[in-house]
Nanobody
């Protein structure tokens, strides 16, 4: 299984970024997608997830600002991030869960993509 993430960068507070993730080597539609983020020295945080049935979940910290989606025909998932805040700065990881639900936990990891939000 391979995951390729893209879309990170530097943006001013209040701006937007869209992260994308493309997978290969598995039946993409059968698995939940989980976006996590990590700041050095802090606990890893689940940002958003979308199950195989397309039910989505967002962390309270990003609810109303981030939107997760998936396109099974393209084996891809996206994380649209709006109204970004400096606290959103982190390395973001696209992962594929070990099952249809985010509750299965992440199994396959893409490389991290850095998001930096300047104040």
């Amino acid at each position: 299984v391979q995951l390729q993430a893209s879309g990170g960068g530097v943006v001013q507070a209040g701006g937007s970024l869209k992260l994308s993730c493309t997978a290969s080597g598995l039946t993409f539609s059968s698995y939940a997608i989980i976006w996590l983020r990590q700041v050095p020295g802090k606990q890893r945080e689940l940002v958003a997830s979308i199950n195989s049935d397309t039910s989505a979940h967002c962390a309270d910290s990003v609810k109303g600002r981030f939107t997760i989606s998936r396109d099974n025909a393209k084996n891809s998932a996206s994380l649209q991030m709006d109204s970004l805040k400096p606290d959103d700065s982190a390395s973001y990881f696209c992962t594929i869960a070990d099952g249809r639900s985010r509750l299965s936990g992440p199994r396959h990891w893409g490389h991290g993509t850095q998001v930096t939000v300047s104040s």
